[in-house]
């Protein structure tokens, strides 16, 4: 047989499979979904995104307690405006996260204070909160100086992988 003679058998099966059934929307899906996702990943690209920015944060960062981590992936998670137009170059949506976090001084104690409260939550205990200007708690594993080393440094990292 000829693949012209194969394609009118295959018709013609069809057409008996389907005589006296009321033909559906789903079918019409069923039908044409095989290709519909050809060469596409059905996981959105911002979530792409997201993904590689939290998996280069999670074998990057210098955090034993998980609360910096913690909260920064919150933010990239919650930057859907600051990450979508960086999907080719997702690491420098985190580089600019992190930069406007320690470009402005309010915003960085602020974070401070989150990853703070982010530690006391995952440990039961209360937080030990700096104030600005003070020398930290002895026991505060996220004072105002450690948490600009760890982000520093998580930057130093983002620029030896893109270079």
Not at 32 to 42: A, I, N, R, T, V
Not at 72 to 87: F, P, Q, R
Request: charged share 30%; aromatic share 6%; with cysteine.
């Amino acid at each position: 047989m000829t693949s012209k003679e194969d394609e009118e058998r295959e018709l013609e099966i069809m057409r008996d499979a389907l005589q006296g059934r009321k033909f559906t929307l789903a079918d019409l899906i069923a039908r044409e979904g095989g290709g519909f996702l050809k060469g596409e990943s059905p996981v959105p690209i911002i979530i792409q995104i997201k993904t590689e920015i939290n998996n280069f944060i999670g074998n990057n960062l210098k955090d034993l307690s998980g609360a910096l981590q913690a909260v920064l992936t919150d933010l990239v998670n919650g930057g859907d405006d600051k990450i979508s137009c960086h999907d080719t170059q997702p690491l420098n949506a985190l580089t600019l996260i992190i930069e406007d976090i320690l470009s402005n001084e309010h915003k960085y104690y602020d974070f401070v204070k989150q990853v703070d409260l982010k530690w006391g939550q995952m440990n039961g205990e209360r937080p030990y909160f700096q104030n600005v200007g003070e020398t930290a708690h002895p026991d505060d594993e996220y004072s105002h100086e450690s948490v600009r080393l760890r982000l520093m440094d998580l930057l130093e990292k983002i620029n030896q992988q893109i270079s």
